[in-house]
C-alpha cells in the first residue's frame, strides 16, 4: 500500500463583499481581513460608525467555511490551518490579488490595511510578499507571522506608512508573554516606528478605538 499527494490546479469563483460607495470624495480605501469564525458581510458593522462618504471598505472573504455550533445554524470561515500551510497560503493571496485587481483603484486615495486576529496574519504575509505600498497598516489583535523578517518590509517608507498595533488590556488570547514577545519582533519589523495602542477591553473590534486611529 503506497499513499501519494497529488495537487491539481482549478478555476474557482469566490464573492467579496464592499461597504459604501467608492466616489471622488472617498479619501481613505479600506482592505479589511476579519478574523476566524467571521464572515465578510457581518465584518463591517464596527466600521460604520465611520463617515461613509470618506470610507470605503473592502472586505475579503475566507475561503474555509464551518458551521459555528452543533445546530449547524451559524457558519464562520477560516483563513488558514497549519495543514497544506503554504499551498492554501498561496491560493489565498491570488484569490486576495484577484479583489484587489477588480477593484482597480486609483492611486489618489489612502490605502489602509486592516487585519483583525487572524485576519493580522494574511494582512501582513499578502503585504509583504506582493510589496503592496500602503498609507496604514492596522494590526488589530492578532500576530505576526515568525517567517516574516525584517527585510520583508523594507520596502516601506516608515515616514509614510503609518504602523498602528491595537490590542486589548483583557484579551483572552493575548498574554503577557505574548505581548512581550511580539513587541519585540515588532520592534524589529518596523524599526521602532510602530505605534502600540492598548485600549480597555477583550477580543473584539471597538467603533471607539477605530475612531480614535486617526
Not at 43 to 65: C, H, R, V, W
Not at 123 to 145: E, H, M, N, V
Not at 156 to 170: A, F, P
Amino acid at each position: 500500500m503506497s499513499l501519494k499527494s497529488h495537487t491539481i490546479s482549478y478555476q474557482s469563483t469566490k464573492p467579496y463583499y464592499t461597504l459604501n460607495n467608492l466616489t471622488s470624495e472617498t479619501k481613505n480605501i479600506w482592505l479589511v481581513f476579519h478574523g476566524m469564525g467571521f464572515l465578510s458581510r457581518y465584518f463591517f458593522k464596527p466600521f460604520m460608525g465611520l463617515d461613509a462618504t470618506e470610507n470605503y471598505f473592502i472586505s475579503p472573504q475566507a475561503p474555509s467555511k464551518y458551521y459555528l455550533d452543533e445546530k449547524f445554524k451559524h457558519v464562520g470561515a477560516s483563513w488558514l490551518t497549519r495543514e497544506d500551510l503554504q499551498l492554501e497560503l498561496s491560493n489565498v493571496l491570488t484569490y486576495v490579488d484577484g479583489v484587489f485587481e477588480a477593484e482597480n483603484l486609483s492611486d489618489d486615495k489612502n490605502l489602509i490595511l486592516f487585519g483583525f486576529s487572524q485576519g493580522v496574519s494574511i494582512a501582513t504575509r499578502w503585504l509583504a510578499r506582493r510589496k503592496i505600498c500602503c498609507d496604514s497598516l492596522l494590526l488589530y489583535a492578532g500576530g505576526i507571522p515568525n517567517e516574516l523578517q525584517q527585510e520583508d518590509f523594507d520596502f516601506l517608507d516608515l515616514n509614510k506608512t503609518s504602523v498602528k498595533i491595537i490590542y486589548g488590556d483583557d484579551d483572552k488570547y493575548i498574554t503577557d508573554e505574548r505581548v512581550q514577545s511580539e513587541g519585540q519582533k515588532i520592534k524589529k519589523l518596523f524599526q521602532e516606528k510602530a505605534e502600540i495602542v492598548r485600549y480597555n477591553g477583550g477580543h473584539e473590534i471597538h467603533p471607539d478605538v477605530l475612531n480614535s486611529l486617526f
